[in-house]
């Protein structure tokens, strides 16, 4: 797997066995259903092309609430959304991939002395290891995994990164989907997604990306352009500035630790930063520089592998997450 240019994680976490690259890609948020359709590279040197980008809006409150989220409580209502969204497309898409919030959505990392090679038995092993190390029923979720790379002073000689989602969303999803004539491939999340429409590494080192949003913020650290930590926090609704500032430079300072303990020799040359708010936005700057002690930029269209457009423009923060799941699907 390690041959190939992208790395091992781009292995989709949820949903049906593994297949070939598809261009279309599903964006689900709370309150829009989103479809963009990427062409992929004829020859070295060329740009992914946005061949198609459409979105509707879904009804407010429409998924039950939770913390990893709630599959929809007016299925109805979905589907007619995505009868509606798909009625602007040509033909249905045969098969697609689907891009989660991170919050519905969730990266873990274990470690484990060997995987069984029967799948059941796989599975069975990588729902005790989630629970070893997430706070949630781990009956009630779809798990999956993938191996990546080891790390220095591991216990063990593998190292999993484990996705993890409600099992009744995913499958509530794939339903309606199927009901369309789409088969729902691969499954990621937002920050999954825009780590692989990166240009690349900044110059071997680790490479942070920091998703500020109203409902909470996402830590992504790649090596290699692979995954290495991630954490995703919930916010605390009505916190003051100075609290909030005090839990995330806490969070932050045992991520500096982490990485210095286990990526001893590798230099964090940048973190980039998306917050939904300006004024957040100038704070959580403040607050990584301080606490991670390395540059950060405000991520935008430069730091993006180059994307040409067949359609409309759209705001590049509406396709990343396509131009990102698109260049997962690459073989």
């Not at 429409?62 to 959304?81: I, Q, Y």
């Not at 220095?152 to 794939?174: I, K, V």
């Not at 352009?225 to 916190?239: D, I, Q, W």
């Not at 995330?248 to 303990?261: A, G, I, M, S």
């Amino acid at each position: 797997m390690r041959s190939i240019k992208l790395p091992s994680w781009i292995e989709r976490l949820a949903g049906l066995t593994p297949q070939s690259a598809p261009p279309h890609v599903f964006l689900l948020e709370p309150d829009r259903l989103a479809y963009g359709r990427c062409r992929s590279p004829q020859k070295s040197g060329e740009s992914f092309v946005l061949e198609a980008f459409e979105a509707v809006e879904l009804p407010p409150e429409l998924f039950a609430p939770g913390l990893l989220g709630g599959p929809a409580r007016d299925e109805e209502a979905l589907h007619n959304a995505l009868r509606s969204l798909l009625a602007r497309l040509p033909s249905p898409p045969p098969r697609a991939s689907l891009v989660l919030p991170d919050a519905w959505l969730r990266l873990a990392f274990a470690e484990t002395n060997e995987l069984p090679g029967d799948e059941a038995a796989r599975t069975q092993m990588m729902r005790w290891l989630l629970k070893r190390v997430v706070p949630f029923r781990v009956d009630e979720l779809r798990v999956r995994g993938v191996e990546v790379a080891s790390l220095a002073g591991q216990e063990q000689p593998l190292r999993l990164l484990l996705g993890f989602a409600l099992e009744e969303l995913l499958a509530q999803m794939e339903r309606l989907f199927a009901d369309e004539k789409v088969r729902l491939g691969r499954v990621v999340n937002v920050s999954q997604a825009l780590l692989a429409a990166l240009l690349g590494d900044s110059g071997g080192g680790v490479t942070g990306l920091a998703l500020v949003q109203d409902d909470g913020y996402t830590l992504l650290f790649a090596h290699g352009g692979e995954p290495v930590l991630h954490r995703y926090k919930a916010s605390e609704a009505g916190l003051p500035l100075d609290a909030r500032r005090r839990l995330v430079q806490r969070d932050l300072k045992l991520t500096r630790t982490f990485l210095e303990e286990h990526l001893p020799q590798t230099s964090l040359d940048r973190v980039l930063l998306l917050a939904t708010d300006e004024q957040r936005g100038a704070a959580w700057a403040e607050w990584l520089e301080e606490s991670l002690g390395a540059p950060v930029q405000g991520l935008d269209a430069s730091h993006l592998a180059p994307l040409g457009f067949a359609t409309s423009a759209r705001s590049w923060l509406d396709v990343a997450p396509v131009l990102g799941a698109s260049r997962q699907e690459v073989a």
